[in-house]
């Protein structure tokens, strides 16, 4: 780890938010000497949800954003087990990202698997980590020194040449020379930014929410077959779509079902609420005998996740002055293409390269790095936004001109992720800084 200079007056950088994004920032600019703090309104590091998937580029964004986050990201990555998921003998690549299968109608007996529909794979196949347990691995790498808990941000103001203050809402302060937040979904930083009462400050409720659920593999694979229970999978059908994965090496299965519904969030103040089994067998009744099985081994009592994204408002710019936000807090999305923590890393991994420019320590050079950072990242961000929610749209045959078309769904799921996984961290790290060396020659472009 790189010596922490002290060449910014107020301190150096603060970080909202000490999930995924805040914590994969942090360890960039841990790495290259550049002071940071961690404001967490947690009592320590935490991250919400169960399983994630990482695709190749977020793998490269991880390196290049700091070894230890590819570190801390292999200790815990499991992966498809069979050795027919390793490779696609058709095009050679290294391995199944899921099997796509007919949920929905019904097999002729409780032997015969659901019917296969296509598939997708990658240079990296299926890299999925309990979302908890990736974080405290990178955490090990984390100075103690740097973050601060129980500090709930509220909102940000910078002073003309002088620092960023943070306000918090036990009433205490702090400054910084830039403020980056990284405070997810709900993000304060962003309605400092933006504006409180700006519909772009929020996340909107899309329709859709989802039961998650975590079963043992053992009893998993006893009950569905083990290559039903160890490979990861995707269930297709009318308004409605279920993905399971292994995690935790192989010893659970991570088990997501998606529902669009007519009903509106009842609290949108809170992204769960309490549900049961029976519930979730309910909103799937009359599907194929093994989501019915599938369902049936979650426990009694489940919760329910409200899908938010940010498509039908999304932020008009992710920095003003020296205030910037990165993953959630910039980008919301959907998880339908199970990609938004793989660009937050990206959004890592750019920003850290920014940051460690010289000519970046100046308030100016500041500014510069955060307009370069915004004009760079939202193009591809806002896409993955708008792209997510219209491959949900796929999944579930909702989509308008496709319906349950399906070599019209695999053509089309196939070119959207294809665009994700071709993401070349390195060009975007060029691009950004090259666009920074021109608003830091012409910072009124």
Not at 25 to 30: H, P
Not at 206 to 227: F, V
Request: charged share 25%; hydrophobic share 40%.
């Amino acid at each position: 780890m790189a010596t922490i200079n002290s060449q910014y007056p107020h301190g150096g950088i603060a970080i909202v938010g000490g999930g995924i994004a805040g914590v994969t920032l942090a360890l960039g600019l841990i790495s290259r000497g550049i002071p940071c703090k961690i404001y967490e309104q947690g009592r320590g590091f935490a991250e919400i949800g169960a399983g994630v998937a990482f695709a190749p580029n977020s793998i490269r964004a991880m390196k290049a954003c700091d070894p230890d986050v590819y570190t801390a990201f292999k200790a815990v990555a499991t992966h498809n087990t069979w050795e027919s998921k390793c490779a696609d003998p058709v095009t050679g690549r290294k391995g199944l990202y899921f099997d796509f299968l007919d949920g929905y109608h019904h097999e002729k007996d409780d032997s015969e698997p659901p019917k296969p529909l296509f598939s997708l794979w990658n240079d990296e196949g299926a890299n999925s980590v309990h979302r908890a347990h990736f974080l405290d691995e990178m955490v090990k790498f984390v100075p103690k020194d740097i973050a601060a808990f129980r500090k709930r941000v509220e909102r940000v103001e910078e002073i003309e040449n002088g620092p960023v203050v943070l306000y918090f809402a036990d009433g205490t302060t702090a400054t910084a020379d830039a403020v980056v937040g990284a405070d997810g979904v709900k993000s304060h930083v962003r309605q400092s930014l933006l504006g409180a009462e700006n519909p772009e400050s929020h996340a909107n409720y899309t329709y859709k929410y989802a039961y998650r659920g975590l079963i043992p593999m053992d009893k998993a694979a006893a009950e569905l077959g083990e290559e039903m229970a160890v490979n990861s999978k995707m269930f297709l059908g009318p308004d409605g779509h279920i993905l399971t994965f292994p995690i935790d090496k192989g010893q659970t299965l991570n088990v997501v079902a998606f529902v669009t519904t007519q009903e509106p969030w009842t609290d949108l103040h809170k992204s769960t609420r309490a549900a049961t089994k029976q519930d979730a067998l309910k909103d799937f009744a009359g599907w194929g005998n093994t989501v019915t099985h599938l369902l049936g081994l979650l426990n009694d009592d489940v919760d329910i996740w409200a899908i938010f994204d940010m498509l039908d408002h999304p932020a008009p710019l992710y920095s003003k002055g020296r205030v910037c936000i990165i993953g959630d807090a910039a980008h919301a999305t959907s998880p339908h293409h199970g990609s938004g923590a793989g660009f937050a890393i990206e959004d890592s991994a750019v920003l850290a390269e920014l940051l460690a420019r010289p000519e970046a320590k100046s308030p100016a050079g500041l500014r510069a790095v955060f307009q370069a950072f915004d004009q760079c990242r939202r193009p591809r961000t806002q896409w993955l936004v708008a792209s997510s929610r219209r491959t949900g749209e796929l999944y579930e045959w909702q989509a308008k001109g496709v319906k349950d078309n399906i070599e019209m769904i695999a053509a089309e799921v196939h070119e959207r992720f294809e665009k994700i996984w071709q993401g070349d961290i390195k060009k975007m790290i060029a691009e950004a800084q090259e666009t920074f060396q021109k608003f830091l020659a012409n910072p009124e472009l």
